[in-house]
């Protein structure tokens, strides 16, 4: 990642995530207001997601239309080891990672045939079989109720606030070392053509099942922590909203920068909470300002950076903001 | 021997609704490329532009239907020259533009008619007995409607001027454009004909199911069964897709449980995408 940082601009760029990622670690500091804190975990679980989902989807434009399927997966193994076994979460963690990364690539073998339209449909079917048994199978996974009563991950909201953040910035770090660095380059190009790719003796199908796997697997740490932090675990942490909602905020921030879907789960969790007196207009205004910014910048938001530098004649003109 | 004559008939029932929703859903993306997740929306806007126009402005039933259909036509021709347009070849901004744009309408419909169930009346009123198996007129009707429709669609689609150009650009593109076809003008009457389809769907549906701002979930699902297995790109694929569908899940509902007709469809398109992502009549998408 060092390595990088070559030009001002992507100097620039680092310097701005760093400080985003150190103000995390003062919030606290300044107030331990319940709501406010917990909207931050909520942002943060939503980081976890649009990040990971763009690991693979971002960088290799298969749409996955799924991702929630992995947090409802994750949520579930943890409730049953929680309270059946009794581990401690440091021991789950790495458990439903594992999990759900076996899972990424069983999924991804079993579609990797599949271009476009048709991935999309598949992960959106996959996700919603697995929401439809855990209705199902009631006696296992409470059905509609969910199950609760998953015990905490600390004992304070504070505790819990840190451990959320820590878990965030790590998979933050790691995607962003992964991106950067070859397999990113690799994934990038297969979007781009995958013959070529092919003929310069990269094995693309084994490439994107690693990715997808990889983007599962952090997924699912992401799904653990969450289920432990609501100490609950339902089938709507599988719905098709949640997969949308995640693959929007990527979207939203910019596919295939990891940065992107950081900024773009960060401002909608953060502009969702702050327009709480809208009430009732509140979801139109949200879903309406979505359209919008998809409509007006395809490549999200992080495609304004450079401009917004430029204007502030912050660094050169070749800058690649976002990157 | 009943339930045998039962299944076929509310399966077919079923697989009418399911046909007019799917084949627009089919026609657009074999001939423009569009997967459109807004597709059930405009089934959501057909109950309840139906539902203003017959309760508010007082319209009877048949001409508001149509009246309502052929609004929703020209919603989707809008969305197609304003949102579409200008990145109709990449399938990720289609999708994700359509699923917020859905998201978007689910909203309005909210906030302007509320959460609560909505009904309008049967087309017809009253039943009959078939053999002992007793159905409605207007389940009867929404069968003879999309004969109809169907029929029309073909007609236009194999007979007209329009419907070659439309075949031919499905096949290609650019080599439509070289002959002089005006591609555009295809895609938007495809848009209209795709949206109108899903419309008088919806408006044929909600005497029976009522309409709520989330019912365009639903009929988006089932278009993507009925079009997979059917063959993505297939029109008749589509069409047999969508009784098969009908019949299956009334079997299911009916023999084994009413608990299990939803799943049906997802492991039906599960065991397609996988085995068979073709479909029954489709050919290779690239």
Known sequence: MLANLKTPAQRRTAIFYGLIMLGFYFVPVFSDNFYLLSVFTTAYFYIIFATSWDVFAGYSHLMNFGHALFIGLAGYLTAFVDLHLGLPPLLVLPMCAVLCGLLGMFIGYLTLRMQGPYFAIITMAFAAVAYESAIMFSEYTGGEEGIPGIHPLTDSLIGDYYFVLVIMSLIFLFLLWFTRGRWGLVLKAISQNEDSVLASGINTAWVKIRAYSISGALCGIGGSVYAYSLTHVGPTSMEQVLSTTILIMAMVGGMGTITGPFLGALILVLFNELSRDMEEYRLLIYTVMVVVIIFFAPRGIVSWGQPIARAFKLGGKRGQAGS | ?286
């Open chain 2, 1 to 286: 021997m009943e339930l045998i004559q039962e299944i076929i008939i509310f399966g077919t029932i079923k697989g009418c609704v399911y046909a007019l929703i799917a084949t627009g859903f089919t026609l657009i993306f074999a001939v423009a490329g569009i997967l459109n997740l807004a597709h059930g929306t405009f089934y959501m806007l057909g109950a309840y532009f139906t539902y203003t126009l017959f309760y508010v402005l007082g319209i009877p039933l048949p001409p508001a239907i149509l009246l309502a259909a052929v609004l929703v036509g020209a919603l989707g021709m809008l969305l197609d020259r304003v949102f579409l347009k200008p990145m109709r070849s990449s399938h990720t901004y289609v999708l994700v533009l359509t699923v917020a744009i859905a998201f978007a309408a689910q909203e309005i419909i909210l906030l302007t008619y509320g959460s609560q169930g909505m009904n309008i009346p049967n087309l017809v009123e009253g039943s009959v007995s078939l053999n002992g198996v007793v159905v409605s007129w207007h389940q009867l009707l929404i069968v003879a409607i999309t004969a109809v429709v169907l029929v029309m669609l073909w007609l236009v689609l194999t007979r007209t001027r329009y419907g070659v150009a439309t075949l031919a650009v499905s096949m290609d593109e650019d080599g439509a454009r070289l002959v002089g076809i005006e591609t555009e003008k295809v895609f938007n009457l495809s848009m209209f004909a795709s949206a109108f389809l899903a419309a008088v769907a919806g408006a044929l549906i909600s005497p029976i199911m009522s309409m709520t701002p989330e019912m365009w979930n639903m009929p988006l699902m089932k278009a993507f069964v009925v079009v997979v297995v059917g063959g993505i790109g297939s029109l008749t694929g589509s069409i047999m897709a969508a009784f098969f569908l009908g019949w299956l899940e009334t079997f299911t509902g009916f023999v084994i449980s009413p608990k299990l007709t939803e799943v049906v469809s997802l492991v039906l398109l599960t065991v397609f995408l996988v085995f068979r992502p073709s479909g029954i009549l489709g050919r290779r998408l690239h």
